[in-house]
């Protein structure tokens, strides 16, 4: 076994860490009370190769591994979880999705503007009734010869309005179930595609999340990704590598939390003292110490199995399960060290307990992912 990083790592962590201290922390608190999108961190990001991380360079991107990606993950969510989330959606969902499974003139077309950053895109599964239910998706794609016609809607569409190309899952023969389901590459400006209101957040406030509307919004045949009827393993497959981007977002919210927490235990004096000496305040830290380096050991393990094309629908799902609960505890116990000024926002770390609820919630709710783990042990 080896538990230490490659001096590239190393360093693809670092340039994560000083573009966040320098880009991302100095107007964090302004965009989440303006819910404003980081339009022009999400330029730099795309010159630093942050977007299409994982993406063969001879399509534009920087050819990492997973490994390096869940770094930069962890780095950026440790200050803005909502322009973390900008970047896992784009590499793990969008970029992975096309490069996997794309035809040539797909990636050539589309995928080389995704991973530079030039444009970003969209996964547009979720819809009013079907969020863990995937299957029942009321969005239909009609087979009419050389396209499809698409009706319906998507909800909390991430880079809703942000993106250029969005990548729709909707169901083109019902009578096949799940197997009657196709993906498209749907254009920003198609006939009929309406961009809904921006949704009013709990966390990630900067993230633009929207509702699409589909009126018979004319597809290509060309756009379709894979063979008729690859749709719903499509968006299961690439949310199973999204899952691994979720926990690492997850765990840099939660050290992001406990590095603020620590400094400020040994800044804050109570009873003539330090609070970190209070043996309630230093247990607290070392609780919250060991559930990060718990969770970071799982993130990194399923970022591994991937790299190393083992399975990692089980390591993937424990990993966002236990990461995402970590950021949770991790930072309501940070928002308690720092007492009263843990509730203003000027400390951060009560935004970074709004930011981490989500990561219990999006590419699979926590109640989803030990479905995912206990099918996978059950089994064996
Ligand atoms: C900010 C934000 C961004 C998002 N971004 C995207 C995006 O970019 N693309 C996209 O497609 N979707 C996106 N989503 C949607 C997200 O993935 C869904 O909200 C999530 O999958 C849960 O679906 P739901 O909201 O319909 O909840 P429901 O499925 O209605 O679940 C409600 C509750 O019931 C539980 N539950 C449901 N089924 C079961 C079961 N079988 N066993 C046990 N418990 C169960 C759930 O765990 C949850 O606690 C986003 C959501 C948010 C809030």
């Given at each position: 076994?080896?538990?230490?990083l490659t001096e590239e790592q190393e360093l693809?962590?670092?340039?994560?860490?000083?573009?966040?201290?320098?880009?991302?922390?100095?107007?964090?608190?302004?965009?989440?009370?303006?819910?404003?999108?980081?339009?022009?961190?999400?330029?730099?990001?795309?010159?630093?190769?942050?977007?299409?991380?994982?993406?063969?360079?001879?399509?534009?991107?920087?050819?990492?591994?997973?490994?390096?990606?869940?770094?930069?993950?962890?780095?950026?969510?440790?200050?803005?979880?909502?322009?973390?989330?900008?970047?896992?959606?784009?590499?793990?969902?969008?970029?992975?999705?096309?490069?996997?499974?794309?035809?040539?003139?797909?990636?050539?077309?589309?995928?080389?503007?995704?991973?530079?950053?030039?444009?970003?895109?969209?996964?547009?599964?979720?819809?009013?009734?079907?969020?863990?239910?995937?299957?029942?998706?009321?969005?239909?794609?009609?087979?009419?010869?050389?396209?499809?016609?698409?009706?319906?809607?998507?909800?909390?569409?991430?880079?809703?309005?942000?993106?250029?190309?969005?990548?729709?899952?909707?169901?083109?023969?019902?009578?096949?179930?799940?197997?009657?389901?196709?993906?498209?590459?749907?254009?920003?400006?198609?006939?009929?595609?309406?961009?809904?209101?921006?949704?009013?957040?709990?966390?990630?406030?900067?993230?633009?999340?929207?509702?699409?509307?589909?009126?018979?919004?004319?597809?290509?045949?060309?756009?379709?990704?894979?063979?008729?009827?690859?749709?719903?393993?499509?968006?299961?497959?690439?949310?199973?590598?999204?899952?691994?981007?979720?926990?690492?977002?997850?765990?840099?919210?939660?050290?992001?939390?406990?590095?603020?927490?620590?400094?400020y235990s040994k800044e804050r004096k109570a009873?003539?003292?330090e609070i970190s000496n209070h043996q309630a305040?230093?247990?607290?830290?070392?609780?919250?110490?060991?559930?990060?380096?718990?969770?970071?050991?799982?993130?990194?393990?399923?970022?591994?199995?991937?790299?190393?094309?083992?399975?990692?629908?089980?390591?993937?799902?424990?990993?966002?399960?236990?990461?995402?609960?970590?950021?949770?505890?991790?930072?309501?116990?940070?928002?308690?060290?720092?007492?009263?000024?843990?509730?203003?926002?000027?400390?951060?770390?009560?935004?970074?307990?709004?930011?981490?609820?989500?990561?219990?919630?999006?590419?699979?709710?926590?109640?989803?992912?030990?479905?995912?783990?206990?099918?996978?042990?059950?089994?064996?």
């Amino acid at each position: 076994m080896n538990f230490s990083l490659t001096e590239e790592q190393e360093l693809i962590q670092q340039a994560a860490r000083d573009f966040a201290q320098n880009d991302l922390f100095p107007e964090v608190i302004e965009r989440d009370e303006a819910q404003r999108f980081p339009k022009e961190e999400v330029r730099k990001m795309g010159e630093l190769g942050f977007l299409g991380m994982m993406v063969d360079p001879k399509y534009g991107g920087s050819g990492l591994d997973t490994l390096s990606y869940v770094l930069v993950m962890e780095e950026l969510s440790k200050v803005d979880a909502s322009s973390s989330v900008i970047v896992s959606v784009n590499n793990s969902l969008v970029c992975w999705g096309l490069e996997t499974y794309g035809t040539e003139e797909q990636k050539e077309k589309y995928l080389t503007r995704l991973s530079t950053g030039e444009i970003i895109g969209a996964f547009c599964l979720s819809e009013p009734e079907a969020g863990s239910d995937a299957t029942s998706q009321k969005t239909t794609a009609i087979d009419k010869g050389d396209h499809y016609v698409i009706n319906g809607t998507k909800n909390w569409i991430t880079n809703g309005s942000s993106a250029e190309v969005y990548l729709v899952i909707a169901q083109t023969d019902k009578d096949k179930k799940h197997k009657g389901i196709n993906a498209l590459i749907v254009e920003k400006g198609a006939e009929g595609f309406e961009i809904g209101p921006k949704e009013n957040k709990l966390g990630i406030r900067g993230s633009d999340t929207h509702s699409l509307i589909f009126n018979d919004v004319k597809v290509p045949k060309k756009n379709r990704i894979g063979d008729d009827g690859f749709g719903f393993k499509f968006a299961m497959k690439t949310l199973a590598g999204g899952r691994i981007g979720i926990a690492a977002q997850a765990l840099g919210i939660a050290a992001g939390a406990y590095e603020l927490a620590l400094k400020y235990s040994k800044e804050r004096k109570a009873f003539g003292t330090e609070i970190s000496n209070h043996q309630a305040i230093a247990f607290k830290l070392a609780d919250m110490h060991t559930q990060i380096e718990a969770a970071r050991h799982l993130v990194y393990k399923a970022a591994w199995d991937k790299d190393n094309g083992n399975d990692y629908d089980l390591s993937g799902a424990m990993a966002k399960l236990y990461a995402s609960q970590v950021a949770m505890e991790t930072t309501v116990e940070a928002v308690q060290i720092h007492g009263g000024n843990g509730f203003v926002k000027d400390y951060h770390v009560e935004r970074l307990m709004r930011d981490a609820k989500i990561t219990q919630i999006y590419e699979g709710t926590s109640e989803i992912q030990k479905i995912v783990i206990s099918r996978s042990i059950l089994k064996r």
